[in-house]
């Protein structure tokens, strides 16, 4: 988790830049959150988060970083996918590790195996969790959070089913 923090103006560039354009109180939505590092950037900079976060030891080192950051109340963590649809099922790891990433959700259905680290991983040799997942434009409508003005998406191959289910969130 410490590698996230020294990376944060190195890989991805832009988003830093990005996150400080955010005008106090609007609304934030990290999809792909990790373990919260632009999340906890945005809290900090006073922007209302939520990020969500499927992967469970992510999850629960994205919650500690809103408890030592002291953002309760401005960041809010769910442990759950962003599809285009509700569904349960299940997250295929990478790797079962903090601030792991290219976790595949439900049946993989745009390949069988996946390449991880220059390696072919048969998705059924891989650990995995259970997992559900809602839509964005669900979550908005049962007023679960308000309307996004700012979303960022890191999902590892799994963006069009994301932004699938945020067709009727204003600016997508």
């Given at each position: 988790?410490?590698s996230?923090a020294?990376?944060?103006?190195d890989?991805?560039?832009?988003?830093?830049?990005?996150?400080?354009?955010?005008?106090?109180?609007?609304?934030?939505?990290?999809?792909g959150?990790?373990?919260?590092t632009?999340?906890?950037?945005?809290?900090?900079?006073?922007?209302?988060?939520?990020?969500?976060?499927?992967?469970?030891?992510?999850?629960?080192?994205?919650?500690?970083?809103?408890?030592?950051n002291?953002?309760?109340g401005?960041?809010?963590?769910?442990c759950?996918?962003?599809?285009d649809q509700?569904d349960?099922?299940?997250?295929?790891?990478?790797a079962?590790?903090?601030a792991?990433?290219?976790?595949?959700?439900?049946d993989?259905?745009?390949?069988?195996?996946?390449?991880?680290g220059g390696?072919l991983?048969?998705?059924?040799?891989?650990?995995?969790?259970?997992?559900?997942?809602?839509?964005?434009?669900?979550?908005v409508?049962?007023?679960?959070?308000?309307?996004p003005?700012?979303?960022k998406?890191?999902?590892d191959?799994?963006?069009?089913?994301?932004?699938g289910?945020?067709k009727?969130?204003?600016?997508?």
């Amino acid at each position: 988790p410490h590698s996230r923090a020294r990376t944060l103006l190195d890989k991805e560039p832009l988003t830093v830049p990005w996150v400080n354009t955010f005008k106090p109180d609007e609304v934030f939505v990290d999809i792909g959150a990790n373990v919260g590092t632009y999340a906890i950037y945005g809290g900090i900079i006073g922007a209302r988060v939520f990020a969500f976060e499927p992967e469970a030891l992510n999850y629960a080192e994205l919650n500690k970083n809103i408890f030592v950051n002291d953002l309760h109340g401005r960041v809010t963590a769910y442990c759950m996918a962003i599809s285009d649809q509700a569904d349960v099922s299940v997250l295929h790891l990478s790797a079962f590790v903090i601030a792991g990433s290219h976790h595949d959700f439900q049946d993989n259905w745009w390949e069988a195996d996946r390449n991880i680290g220059g390696r072919l991983i048969k998705r059924d040799a891989r650990p995995q969790q259970g997992c559900v997942s809602y839509s964005l434009d669900e979550l908005v409508a049962k007023q679960v959070l308000p309307q996004p003005n700012h979303i960022k998406i890191d999902v590892d191959g799994f963006e069009n089913k994301a932004v699938g289910g945020a067709k009727a969130v204003q600016g997508l």
